[in-house]
């Protein structure tokens, strides 16, 4: 299983981004999600999707940022607007299986003030 990770960048206080995520196909997949790692502090959840397309988002960004996914392309998408300093972060992309918990490499947001 493989996934990659896209479009990290720098913006400013109050404006958008969109991380994209291609990962591997798989038929045990119970979810994708997006976890972000803030310097000096512990990687935490972000935004997940299930194989039934609830979502859930941390009390953070609930309201600012929207995941999304297009199965046709196996891409997972982080819509983040109203970016704030405190979203800066390397963020990941995780696919959840029954067997197993995949990781992309990170792509780093840069949220200035």
């Known amino acids: 299983v493989q996934l990659q990770a896209f479009r990290g960048g720098l913006v400013q206080t109050g404006g958008y981004l969109t991380l994209s995520c291609v990962t591997s196909r798989s038929a045990f997949t119970i979810s994708r999600g997006w976890y972000r790692q803030a310097p000096g502090k512990q990687r935490e959840l972000v935004a997940r999707i299930n194989r039934n397309s609830q979502t859930n988002y941390a009390d953070s960004v609930q309201g600012r940022f929207t995941i999304s996914r297009d199965n046709a392309t196996n891409t997972m998408y982080l819509q983040m607007n109203s970016l704030k300093p405190e979203d800066t972060g390397v963020y990941y992309c995780?696919?959840?299986?029954?067997?197993?918990?995949?990781w992309g490499q990170g792509t780093l947001v840069t949220v200035s003030s």
């Open positions: 995780n696919l959840q299986t029954a067997f197993n918990n995949y």
